[in-house]
């Protein structure tokens, strides 16, 4: 039974109230880590700026429950001029200023909608540990701004940071001990209050850096946070619930979940060959994966260990076939069934129609997974240990090599991709076909037999369009590589050689495989590949772009609107009006994200527009060729094509549940009206 509206609302208050008592020494932090002084041009130092922000803050959490407006609109004075601050030093620490601006968007959210599935996460009835998440998240941001540091943060940002997570552990220790009995929580409380009073002591005092204190002081609201969401004493949390509810939000969730896993695992020190590996690019490496880009801004052989190595094979593994395919197939083998609402997401976020099927079809997908990869492997390892590297290297590479390329994933164990192989057809056919095979989908491959028989007949109008579409691309993108890049990048191989490294070209469109190098090649060829990549694969596939059945689409419309005809038809089949909507948002959508990205990219990069655009398209693409921009990107260029990589990845599957799932039938008849176009 859910609680009445004023209770919920009661209890989003006073969570408000306790995370904008946390947020008010934080300030001071932010503040520090930005070294607003240098650049903030309002004549005010940062001490009283972060005084001011911490002050309005303090106001908003002691009045927001007897007057949530008055309380909402102090806080959101309080973040604008924190906004306002970052957006000043955004050239100087772009990578927390980006941080900031997110936790302050979704904080900002949190703050005026009660709607929100966070505003009934943490139940203090149902889950009185839950409650902890606020606090433990503001202070281990406080905690990384300035406790990891190199000590050069001033005193006031060293007490501020100790004050916010000697404040969260007091709060959130003392949620997790009220129903203790007296003597046990007052012990308890006195060792959480120990630690941050020490260190306020001494770093007030001076005598302990802020980099050595406060990494122990941090580890105070890890575990904290960690004891929050272990707590469930039986009972689903809210906020998982409204997450499993609503395919759209499960797909989203799991990428980001996954990703982030990646990056803290790509972060650690056995990940990489003996040298650091900074945090942003350890994201980049590990958002490119999940997504199955293949944008690299380190050299993978070289950078990764073999533990790196394996976790890149991990990362583009699930997030080709998706985490929940592996998460539903594994639920029967441990004994258990899903419940009608999770079979339900489950079945809307792998564009199953009938969920009677979905163990079949999910069992079929991982078959022709697991099959593709495993005879790609033994070919693989059977030619490169035939060009000499020994059995165990071989072997290795080939698995690497065999699930990046049926997973389109673009990530190769040598630094220039498979120029080193474009005079062995053998690897250059292998690859290809598997590359194929993932960018058909499962149904697809499965459907290939038919395809040649007398059944052909027989097969839905989807998979006739995802065979044809990808056949003419194919065969488009071979021949106009092969007359651009004759006389030019491939004009150093032999006639046969240019055909079969011609051809990988083309393949490459949703993989990002190359065998010659994409920066020699002709500027025509570059723009017909960005217009291939934006098309991508098919439905169900692990490629990205607007694929092949949405350009099928529109591409229809336009030849039916040039005969006179008010319906698109192919092989003896009309196309809904729905279908041919769906393919123009998808479309447009995906033409307005790449707009905007290119704008920011060509106001904050100094890359040539060429060059920017091959690398969004790219990106949003999932398809992973560059042009060598990618390397050229500051820190605000990373995190423009991390957002790209993501969307790309994620966007059109969630535009596609979300079209799917809403319908809108409207009772009234509207009279209708010729409108002139074009």
């Not at 970052?86 to 904080?107: C, R, W």
């Not at 139940?123 to 902890?132: E, F, H, I, K, N």
Request: aromatic share 8%.
């Amino acid at each position: 039974m859910r609680d009445p509206p004023s209770i919920t609302r009661e209890r989003h208050l006073h969570l408000l109230r306790s995370a904008l008592l946390i947020a008010s020494p934080t300030s001071f932090v932010v503040l520090e880590a930005l070294e607003v002084g240098q650049a903030f041009q309002l004549g005010l130092p940062p001490a009283a700026l972060g005084a001011l922000i911490a002050g309005l803050l303090a106001f908003a959490a002691a009045v927001i429950r007897r007057s949530p407006f008055l309380g909402r609109c102090a806080a959101s004075v309080a973040a604008f001029l924190l906004a306002a601050a970052s957006a000043f030093v955004l050239t100087h620490a772009p990578t927390i200023v980006l941080a900031v601006l997110l936790l302050l968007a979704a904080g900002a959210a949190w703050l005026w909608y009660d709607e929100l599935p966070l505003a009934t996460a943490w139940d203090t009835d149902r889950l009185p540990s839950a409650a902890v998440g606020p606090d433990c998240c503001l202070a281990l941001v406080a905690w990384y701004l300035v406790g990891p540091g190199e000590g050069a943060t001033s005193a006031p940002a060293r007490v501020a940071a100790v004050l916010a997570v000697g404040l969260c552990m007091l709060t959130g220790g003392t949620r997790i001990v009220a129903h203790w009995s007296p003597l046990p929580r007052l012990l308890a409380i006195a060792l959480l209050g120990l630690p941050p009073v020490v260190s306020l002591g001494a770093v007030a005092a001076g005598s302990l850096p802020a980099g050595h204190g406060l990494d122990i002081l941090g580890v105070g609201p890890a575990l904290l946070l960690l004891w929050s969401w272990t707590q469930g004493r039986g009972q689903e949390p809210a906020w998982w619930g409204s997450i499993l509810e609503h395919p759209a939000r499960l797909l989203v969730v799991t990428f980001l979940t996954l990703s982030c896993l990646s990056a803290v695992l790509l972060s650690l020190p056995a990940s990489s060959q003996g040298h650091a590996v900074s945090a942003l690019d350890a994201a980049f490496t590990a958002v490119s994966a999940v997504c199955v880009t293949g944008l690299l801004v380190l050299d993978t052989p070289s950078t990764w260990s073999g533990f790196g190595q394996g976790v890149l094979l991990a990362s583009f593994q699930l997030g080709g076939l998706g985490i929940m395919t592996f998460y539903a197939a594994a639920i029967p083998l441990l004994g258990r069934r899903l419940s009608l609402r999770h079979e339900r997401a489950l079945a809307g976020a792998l564009s199953i129609d009938d969920r009677g099927h979905l163990f079949r079809t999910l069992g079929r997908v991982l078959a022709v997974t697991f099959g593709c990869e495993l005879i790609g492997t033994l070919l693989l390892f059977a030619a490169f240990t035939l060009d000499g590297e020994l059995r165990g290297e071989a072997l290795w590479r080939a698995v690497f090599t065999s699930v990046s390329a049926f997973c389109n994933a673009g990530f190769a164990l040598q630094s220039d991709s498979l120029v080193a192989y474009q005079k062995s057809p053998f690897v250059l056919h292998t690859v290809a076909l598997l590359v194929v095979a993932g960018s058909l989908s499962p149904a697809a491959v499965v459907a290939l037999p038919r395809l040649v028989s007398r059944r052909r007949r027989t097969l839905p109008l989807e998979l006739k369009l995802i065979f044809t579409v990808t056949a003419a691309l194919l065969l488009l993108g071979t021949l106009i590589i092969l007359a651009f890049e004759w006389s030019g990048s491939l004009a150093h191989l032999g006639v046969v050689d240019r055909f079969h490294n011609a051809w990988l070209q083309s393949v490459g469109r949703t993989a990002g495989f190359n065998s010659v190098a994409l920066k020699e090649s002709h500027v025509a060829t570059q723009t017909v590949m960005i217009f291939l990549m934006f098309i991508g694969g098919s439905p169900g596939s692990t490629a990205g772009g607007i694929k092949t059945t949405t350009f099928a689409a529109l591409f229809l419309a336009v030849v039916a609107a040039l005969q006179g005809r008010s319906e698109a038809v192919a092989f003896g089949r009309r196309l809904s009006h729905v279908s041919v909507y769906k393919a123009a948002a998808i479309t447009t959508i995906g033409i307005l994200a790449a707009f905007v990205v290119l704008v920011a990219i060509l106001l904050t990069q100094p890359l040539p527009p060429q060059i920017a655009v091959f690398e969004v398209v790219s990106a949003l693409g999932t398809v992973g060729f560059s042009l060598g921009g990618t390397e050229l990107l500051d820190e605000i260029g990373k995190v423009l094509i991390i957002l790209c990589m993501l969307a790309g990845r994620v966007g059109p599957l969630t535009l596609f549940v979300v079209l799917v799932e809403r319908r809108y039938d409207s009772a009234w008849v509207y009279p209708h009206e010729e409108l002139h176009v074009g």
